[in-house]
């Protein structure tokens, strides 16, 4: 339940603007990345074995030379769910998330609005020859644009030894293969200013997976399932 706001990180290369984390197995909940910045992982970069687990944290407007919001390097089974990730930006690449070495599992996120050079919203670098580098469910991905305004919400880096993602009971710009996924306005309260609920007859409602959901609260603190 901690916020960190407007911090910028300049030391051993600028890694992580809002919080740096070398020592794996750590759990982050409820707490906001608000306006951070580095070279590196704008919001946070998190790194070490086992992974990080997010459970309802925000990003937003955090920005970086690479990735944007968060950084989850040199880990494995880190994990996100019931966050946000909103309007932040990358110079180079991976506006919202870059995630490489292994496995990251992302249940229940929404990742819209951010921007960058290149593999503006999900960027999948996984080379350590799992069988999936990064699991999607029950997540919204959606105008993640590069600065020439092309979409590209999730990139998968694809190089020798590089795992795919598996997106499923997804919206995804654009669409993506898996099971359950769509690619529809999800109907946001008032996305231009910042609000992502669901406004009543969004095609997300009740389409998700159920059985995916490992909390019992959403982002707001709500009951997940009603």
């Known amino acids: 339940n901690c916020v960190f706001v407007e911090n910028t990180c300049t030391l051993s290369g600028g890694v992580g603007g809002g919080l740096h984390w070398f020592m794996?197995?750590?759990v982050i909940r409820g707490c906001s990345f608000l306006s951070n910045s580095a070279s590196y992982g704008g919001g946070a970069d998190t790194r070490g074995w086992p992974g990080t687990t997010l459970d309802r944290c925000r990003f937003v407007g955090n920005r970086a030379f690479e990735a944007g919001a968060w950084t989850d390097g040199d880990a494995d089974r880190s994990q996100a769910t019931n966050c946000l990730f909103l309007n932040n930006e990358a110079i180079r690449s991976s506006g919202a998330l870059r995630h490489g070495v292994a496995t990251l599992w992302l249940t229940n996120c929404t990742i819209v609005g951010n921007r960058s050079g290149w593999a503006a919203g999900l960027w999948n670098g996984a080379r350590a020859g799992a069988p999936v580098g990064m699991y999607v469910t029950n997540c919204i991905v959606r105008d993640n644009v590069t600065f020439d305004n092309i979409d590209q919400n999730i990139f998968d880096e694809e190089r020798e030894g590089s795992s795919p993602s598996s997106v499923t009971y997804s919206n995804v710009k654009g669409g993506y293969a898996g099971v359950g996924n769509i690619d529809a306005d999800p109907l946001f309260v008032n996305a231009a200013a910042g609000d992502l609920h669901l406004q009543p007859g969004s095609p997300c409602v009740n389409t998700?997976?159920?059985?995916?959901?490992?909390t019992a609260k959403d982002l707001d603190g709500n009951d997940r399932i009603r």
């Open 208 to 214: 998700g997976l159920n059985s995916a959901v490992t």
């Open 24 to 26: 794996g197995g750590r």
